[in-house]
């Protein structure tokens, strides 16, 4: 029924590519914000005062065992109500900022994991020689971690080009919301395939990136 | 790298096969009938709104609110042509119900924000307060009118009420009433006019009646397309346009077979309405004041045919 995917997808292309650039740049804000976010969080959560620690685990568990779609609406709908400041959010910052809060908590955890990974006979060295602590975890520990934290932060960066998708419940511009554009042309169908190939494309070729950048930080292995 | 190659050529050449178009469709709706708009146009009517002369000098509660934050926050969920949709080159939402909105905005001398989101959202928005109305197509039922403030109908001239089933073409012979849709499975648009008629028509009425609920009516569409269900209940104007340009694969009931939805046991059905929280009466009589002088000098009239311009509807569809 109706014109076909490549008729569509000709007569349209501005409007997938308009998406495509809304998807990226929305993955990008939530990604950017989140990291900054996300390492504070991982101080939290590596912190010996019992209390920080808690802090730091709740907000990763909370945010990692809930759907980001349920964390959409109640930070468009309800945060506003609780803490009459989100009141002068619009919806585009609602959206992103439960984006940014999602990815921050992924980010965490990878950080986390990219620092204890490290051998505590590492730590044990740099102390024993007389180093400080702060300057073992910057001149010794985070060096190391980094390279096992940027391939999973470029995955999560993948990750969040398909989470964003859900943003289009709440219409704003990107590749899923092109789905509504088209619907009101009565072009129901050849959107969605076209929409699959392009978030398929995308995370493939950002994929195999990923690949050639975690071989490229494995040289100093060999 | 030569490996991603081949599997993304791969797939083009899959999308290109599996999808054999014998000549290509045109997919803007017929003008069938030989409608012509001869207003502004959608841009220019928008701009050039006037307002209506209300009293703003006893404004309390939201009405105060919203003069003083100087926006009009509307909530509505554009998937439902010609009353309210987005722009498919810049996303914008149009419609007859912004220009409604941008209308009141206007009248209260502020500016207009429109949200878009899921129909579903729509109340809930006005509810926690993040929307001051919400404009989206709605229709007068018991229990809105119970739990909000709800303004006085709207309709076009020429925009009948009639509510339909839209169904495959193949299987149109075996309705000529409603009584034949016993055992069937039937999609409503969730919290929608036609989820009640529905359930009070069809659900609570024949044997074997099933209903399943969408959020997005394209849902609906999709899952007709694939056999999913039998029917689509929709208002007609909807319908026909859905008709219309799925190649004679959907046709809508009411205009193959007169069948329709009974409004009559719903007294209080005229057109669309506007939603507000409860108690806002100061912002509700505002709202019926701009209602009541559109309605009146034939402006909204104006608005419904530019939107259908816009939106490529052809009201006069149905006949």
Partial sequence: MGASIFEVLIKYYPIFLKGLVGTLKYAAIAVFFG?????????????????????GVIYVNVLRGTPLLVQMYIS??????????FNAFTKEQCVLLSLILNSSAYVAEIIRGGITSVDIGQTEAARSLGMSAKNTMIKIILPQAI????????????????????????????????????????LVWQPL??????YLIVTMVLSALVSKLEKRLAISDK | MKKLLVILFALLLLVGCGTKSDDVVDNEPVEEGGWVYEGVGYDALYDSLGKAEVDLSNADGQLAAILEKGTLVIATSPDYPPMEFPDAETGAIKGADILLAKYIANTLGVELV?????????????????????????????????????SHGYQADSD???????????????????????????????????QMYVEDQLLNVYEGVEMELVSDINEAILGLSAGKADAIAFDSTTAIN??????????????????EFDLSMYNDYAGNIVLMKKGETSLLDVVNQCIDQIMENGLYTEMYYAACDASGVDPTAED
């Fill in chain 1, 35 to 55: 990291t900054v976010l996300g390492a504070l969080i991982s101080l939290l959560q590596l912190s010996k005062n019992k209390i920080i620690k808690a802090i």
């Fill in chain 1, 76 to 85: 468009y709908l309800f945060l506003p109500m609780a803490f009459p400041i």
């Fill in chain 1, 147 to 186: 390279r096992t934290i940027l391939p999973s932060l470029a995955n999560e960066y993948i990750a969040m080009i398909k989470e964003t998708s859900l943003a289009g419940s709440f219409m704003l511009y990107e590749l899923m919301y092109t789905r509504t554009l088209l619907a009101n042309k009565y």
């Fill in chain 1, 193 to 198: 395939f076209i929409v699959a190939g392009i």
């Fill in chain 2, 114 to 150: 429109v949200e878009g989101m899921e129909f579903g959202a729509v109340i809930t928005s006005v509810d926690t307060g993040k929307s001051d109305l919400a404009i989206s197509g709605f229709g007068y039922t018991a229990e809105r009118a119970e739990s909000y403030e709800i």
């Fill in chain 2, 160 to 194: 009948a009420a009639h509510h339909t089933i839209l169904v495959p073409a193949a299987d149109a012979d075996q309705y000529n009433s409603l009584a034949d849709f016993a055992g069937k499975k039937i999609y409503a648009q969730a919290n929608s006019l036609q």
């Fill in chain 2, 242 to 259: 859905y008709a219309n340009t799925s190649d004679g694969m959907f046709v809508s009931l009411y205009k193959e077979k007169g069948i």
